[in-house]
């Protein structure tokens, strides 16, 4: 993705879960949730590149710019669909005393497109200084 001045590839594989892993999205809500984070992710400049709706998760794998964290991202899509899809559906959440659609945390990975070779190669061709792991003596403490 591109942005002024940065240009990056950042790829993350996001899952998050229903809360208490309620089996609420069912056959009938999966293609408006599904919906909800395409549009969601459009709004927040987020490229979905695969997904799925399951019973009590989800599972997401988009690109993003650097300039958004993956808390930021989870923050901006979970809150997005949960907005809108319980104020289509308020039953979702019955029997919940907060009203929560998301349980709060997630998991995310980074996904990686280019081979640690890759790197190590590119590095050697290079003129320059070598960055290697201090010794724990010559560390400087904050």
């Known amino acids: 993705m591109k942005e002024p001045h940065v240009k990056s ?7 998050w879960c229903t809360k208490y892993r309620a089996r609420i999205l069912t056959e009938a809500i999966r293609p408006l949730c599904r919906d ?3 549009k969601a992710c459009k709004q927040h400049e987020l490229i ?3 997904g799925k709706v399951a019973i009590d998760h989800v599972h997401l794998v988009i690109q993003c710019p650097a300039s958004k964290s993956p808390s930021q991202i989870m923050h ?5 669909v949960s907005y809108n899809l319980l104020a289509m559906h308020p039953e979702l959440t019955a029997g ?3 009203k929560n659609l998301w349980a709060r945390g997630f998991y995310v990975a980074s996904v990686g497109r280019v081979d640690p ?3 190590e190669n590119y590095l050697k061709e290079h003129d320059g200084t070598e960055i290697e792991e ?3 003596d010559d560390q400087i403490l904050l």
């Open 76 to 80: 901006d899509v979970k809150g997005c």
């Open 9 to 15: 590839d950042l790829t993350y594989h996001f899952v």
């Open 134 to 136: 201090a010794d724990t």
């Open 48 to 50: 979905i590149d695969h």
């Open 96 to 98: 919940h005393p907060k």
């Open 117 to 119: 070779e890759v790197i």
């Open 36 to 38: 909800l984070i395409q």
